[in-house]
């Protein structure tokens, strides 16, 4: 899923465990309506973030299905395309201390999001990916997967962020 522009700068960066607590604690901790979502980052690399959300009746959308609502699914994969820019923006300013890089996120806001719902979400546990396709140096360009159990596509997302 990786284009291969972006492979080569992030083969060189690695994050510190500093960037990768504060932005796991910015993120899961103190973004209250992604603890709402119960988002949990599970990979957070320059190229690439994953995370998952463990199924909730507070998060069932059709009663008599038991199925994920299409509200979560967009929140979701909303705050993944965020944290891949998150991710991108720090590996672009390795050479700031990780406390600094952290500060830089203050700005990013979601300038327009594309949600492609696929099939429906039901089951116990969804795992989310996203990475970054463009960093420019105003907007960056998103594209995400929310999955079900087995790996199966669910939904499709791309995003634009504003970055400055």
Known sequence: MTPPHTKHQAAAAAFEPEFIAGLK???EERIAFNQLLGLKIDTLEPDRVGAHIAMRPELIGHFSYHRLHGGVI???LDAMGGLAVLAAIGARHMDEPPAQRL???AKLGTIDLRIDYLRPAI???FELRAEVMRLGSRVAS???EFLGEGGRLLSTGAGAYIVS
């Open 74 to 76: 967009s929140a979701g």
């Open 25 to 27: 604690s910015i993120f």
């Open 142 to 144: 998103t594209r995400m």
């Open 123 to 125: 089951g116990e546990r």
């Open 103 to 105: 500060h830089r996120f």
